[in-house]
Nanobody, 115 residues
């Protein structure tokens, strides 16, 4: 059974930092992409950052220069280092791990940034 366990969310003041982690277990095949999405109240879910098996990364414009996605392939774990957080970063953050054979989502972790 595949499990994705997220951790690292919480409440932080504007300008602060948080590090999200998402560990996948039970995968039969290595993922092609690992990413983070977020959904703020009243808004659609959006892709925040994604990393491929080759190490290529892509970010939504609003987080470029502040967020860094990384992965530990051996542990099937993806991280999101979030610096210089802003109130508009407040959302539920979901990890996503995908390959040609599957597309799994984490349960979500709340990130709240106070002004």
């Amino acid at each position: 059974q595949v499990q994705l366990v997220e951790s690292g969310g919480g409440l932080v003041k504007a300008g602060g930092s948080l590090r999200l982690s998402c560990a996948a277990s039970g995968l039969k095949f290595s993922p092609n992409t690992m990413g983070w999405h977020r959904q703020a109240p009243g808004k659609q879910r959006e892709l925040v950052a994604i990393i491929t098996t080759g190490g290529s990364t892509n970010y939504v414009d609003s987080v470029k220069g502040r967020f860094t996605i990384s992965r530990d392939a051996a542990k099937n774990t993806v991280y999101l280092q979030m610096n210089s957080l802003k109130p508009e970063d407040t959302a539920i953050y979901y990890c996503n791990i995908a390959s040609a054979f599957y597309d799994y989502w984490g349960q979500g972790t709340q990130v709240t940034v106070s002004s």
